[in-house]
């Protein structure tokens, strides 16, 4: 019942976040591989000049010197190699793996080869010059701009949807609050109805009308349970305490017991005795509430519903019953599902049971076949 502004607008403002990101990050992608390929096209460019400068020089070789001075550059490298690669001079610091004309990368190693005449250049066949580079810088600004983007678009999509759900917060602060005064006005008259019924019948004895009435404010009673609980969820630390399973359970069969000699249905029990488990008593009512009521509500008039209760290596508790049966079994635990809208209910109970059930490593297994019944076993893990 609880609607949180801002984690409304952080789930929603991670999502659009996402989806426009995406379309705006694709464009920056290809600029990048744009730059990528500007930037490799200039080492091209200048490994080509380089080369060309080396075999200027070389050409500038008067044969009459003893001595040829090979260029050495702080930013490239150079080597010559003979038809078959051998080497003539290098002053490389790797080993190139390929010889093919052209350009080349090895790691963070760019070169480029160039074929020279035959006998020429001191037998050589081959120029190799080669630099070092990393676009580093490119990808650099493309992380940064990344980065900027997906900030930018978190921080405006929060502060949007922070803002549009401010009317939604009061409106639902609104709806809060009138639930927990409409609460609190139908928990008095309630306690009314019931306290009376039991003098009434205490005095002049029951009757069908009266087991009715006292039926009808049971029904309601776990309709208000479950109402309250919702409202009280995550505002509300529940106690656990060891509790006594089995007392506890038929506790609960008898108190739905009116309900179920309306139609006419037998609670038949099979409870162990002693069997304790630790455990919050709100949350077990809630499971131990809504399975009973919705078993009786189910199942068909003049039938029976069985609950068991047992302790073996873990505690296992199981309402079956001889019913309508459950076309979804994956749907009923949706909030506000029904599968038979004649029947009442706001399709919360089982909801709340998921919840519990998830919170509480409880195992839950469902067995229902339609016009047959359905069973319910719960079990218990051992903590």
């Known amino acids: 019942m609880i609607f949180n502004t801002e984690e409304f607008a952080r789930k929603y403002a991670v999502r659009y976040t996402a989806i426009l990101a995406v379309l705006l990050i694709v464009p920056l992608v290809v600029y990048v591989l744009l730059l990528l390929q500007i930037d490799n096209a200039k080492v091209k460019l200048s490994l080509e000049q380089q080369s060309q400068n080396i075999i200027h020089l070389m050409q500038g070789y008067d044969n009459s010197e003893k001595v040829f001075h090979f260029p050495r550059y702080k930013a490239f490298q150079a080597a010559l190699y003979t038809e078959k690669y051998e080497e003539i001079f ?69 502060l949007l949807l922070k803002n549009f759900s401010k009317p939604f917060e009061k409106l639902n602060a609104q ?75 038929q506790n609960r069969v008898d108190y739905f017991q009116e309900i179920a000699q309306l139609k006419e249905i037998e609670l038949v029990t099979d409870i162990s005795e002693a069997c304790y488990y630790e455990f919050s008593r709100t949350k077990l009512q809630r499971i131990v509430d809504n399975t009973i009521s919705n078993a009786i509500k189910y199942s068909h008039n003049h039938s029976k519903v069985e609950i ?46 998921k919840q519990i059930i998830d919170e509480e490593n409880i195992r839950l297994d469902v067995h229902s076949e339609l016009d047959k019944g359905s069973v319910f076993t719960y079990t218990f893990r051992n903590k």
């Open 90 to 158: 290098s002053t490389l610091d790797f080993k190139p793996n390929s010889f093919t004309d052209g350009f080349h990368k090895k790691g963070s190693r760019y070169y480029y080869i160039y074929p020279l005449p035959d006998k020429y250049y001191f037998d050589s066949s081959f120029i190799l010059v080669s630099t070092q580079h990393t676009a580093n810088n490119i990808y650099y600004l493309a992380a940064t701009v990344m980065l900027a983007i997906v900030l930018a678009l978190f921080l405006f999509s929060f």
């Open 175 to 249: 709806l809060d609050n009138f639930i927990k005064d409409s609460m609190h006005e139908i928990n008095t008259p309630l306690s009314i109805i019931n306290l009376n019924a039991d003098l009434f019948a205490n005095k002049y004895g029951d009757n069908k009308y009266l087991k009715r009435m006292k039926s009808a404010a049971k029904t309601l009673a776990t309709i208000y349970n479950d109402m309250d609980y919702l409202i009280k969820q995550g505002r509300v630390v529940h106690k656990f305490q060891e509790i006594d399973m089995g007392d506890f359970i």
């Open 308 to 353: 068991t209760l047992d302790q073996e290596e873990q505690v296992v508790f199981s309402v079956k019953d001889y019913g309508v049966g459950i076309e979804n079994v994956d749907k009923i635990f949706s909030r506000y599902y029904r599968e038979n809208e004649a029947k009442g209910g706001f399709g919360i109970g089982l909801n709340i049971v």
